[in-house]
């Protein structure tokens, strides 16, 4: 995957009973109004698209923009998000991601652009993306420290997406003092084993459990 970072995801296949957003009705509320742009219909940024980026459209890409710059570390010996193109990352996983999981990320999105939301929880009158920085932060605060749990679930739903696709890229590592994966930890090349449903063979490191001889007591 070269410099993508490698991570567990919930497969694709059958969407989930409930998504990991929704907390009961109000959660399902809440996102709702984050998919109902009619409910205020001012508009916010739109981000033009990368090539390669097709998971996300211009104005979902414009939020992702904003997120990368407030939660992406900057300075010092941090690579810059623009260089290694953590917007593009991001879209990166969400092609990768189970399809209720990314509807529910992308509903997300918008309720932080969506005005309506923005006014009713902070007073602001202006999409996320059209925020000074400072104002981006403080909204970005007040999820996190939200008395509502969808708020704070989404503030950590989006932070850990962003940071997985900036620090996915090796070329952080030196930034945090991380030197790599230790050399025999992993070898692309080893050997893997081709015998299908036959069991391996014994060999050194191997785990066998055998039951006590009959007559014994712990």
Excluded at 19 to 48: C, D, H, M
Excluded at 60 to 83: C, D, I, K, M, Q
Excluded at 124 to 133: D, E, G, I, N, V
Aim: glycine share 14%.
């Amino acid at each position: 995957m070269g410099d993508r970072m490698k991570m567990y995801l919930p497969p694709k296949g059958e969407p989930s009973r409930r998504g990991f957003l929704k907390k009961g009705i109000f959660g399902g509320l809440v996102l709702a109004l984050g998919g109902g742009g009619w409910l205020f219909t001012r508009k916010g940024n739109e981000v033009p698209l990368p090539a390669g980026v097709s998971n996300l459209n211009a104005a979902e890409y414009a939020v992702v923009n904003a997120l990368v710059a407030r939660f992406a570390p900057s300075g010092g010996t941090f690579p810059t998000t623009e260089a290694l193109g953590t917007g593009a990352a991001v879209d990166r996983i969400f092609g990768l991601l189970e399809e209720t999981t990314r509807a529910e990320l992308k509903q997300l999105l918008m309720l932080f652009e969506n005005a309506l939301p923005n006014f009713l929880f902070g007073g602001r009158t202006k999409p996320f993306s059209q925020l000074s920085a400072t104002e981006q932060e403080d909204v970005l605060g007040e999820w996190r420290d939200s008395s509502l749990i969808v708020r704070r679930t989404g503030y950590n739903a989006l932070r850990g997406l962003v940071l997985a696709a900036y620090y996915g890229n090796k070329q952080t590592w030196a930034a945090v003092g991380y030197g790599g994966p230790l050399p025999g930890i992993h070898d692309p090349n080893a050997p893997q084993w081709k015998g299908g449903d036959e069991p391996r063979p014994i060999g050194n490191g191997t785990f066998l459990e055998t039951e006590e001889p009959k007559g014994t007591t712990p």
